[in-house]
Nanobody, 116 residues
Framework: QVQLVESGGGLVQAGGSLSLSCTAS????????MGWYRQPPGKQRELVAT???????NYADSVKDRFTISRDNAKNAVNLRMNSLKLEDTAVYYC??????????WGQGTQVTVSS
């Protein structure tokens, strides 16, 4: 059974920091890319950051220089450190994993709420 378990969401004031963690299990083939997406209220899901198996990272323009993605390949884990949070960062954050065959897996989502 494939599971992507996220943790670390919550309520934070604007300008604050928060860290998200995700651990994947039960995926049959080696994971290539892991990352984070988010879905703000009333909007579509969007990319936040990804980390490829080759070590490359990619960030949405809106989070560059504020968010940092990291990965622990041995644990099939990916983390997201979020600094200088803004009201517009409020969203449900989803962990994502893609295996070598291109199969995509999602976590259940964790709520991040930034208050003024």
């Amino acid at each position: 059974q494939v599971q992507l378990v996220e943790s670390g969401g919550g309520l934070v004031q604007a300008g604050g920091s928060l860290s998200l963690s995700c651990t994947a299990s039960g995926i049959r083939f080696r994971i290539d890319q892991m990352g984070w997406y988010r879905q703000p209220p009333g909007k579509q899901r969007e990319l936040v950051a990804t980390y490829t198996g080759g070590g490359s990272t990619n960030y949405a323009d809106s989070v560059k220089d504020r968010f940092t993605i990291s990965r622990d390949n041995a644990k099939n884990a990916v983390n997201l450190r979020m600094n200088s949070l803004k009201l517009e960062d409020t969203a449900v954050y989803y962990c994502n994993a893609v295996d070598l065959w291109g199969s995509t897996y999602w976590g259940q989502g964790t709520q991040v709420t930034v208050s003024s």
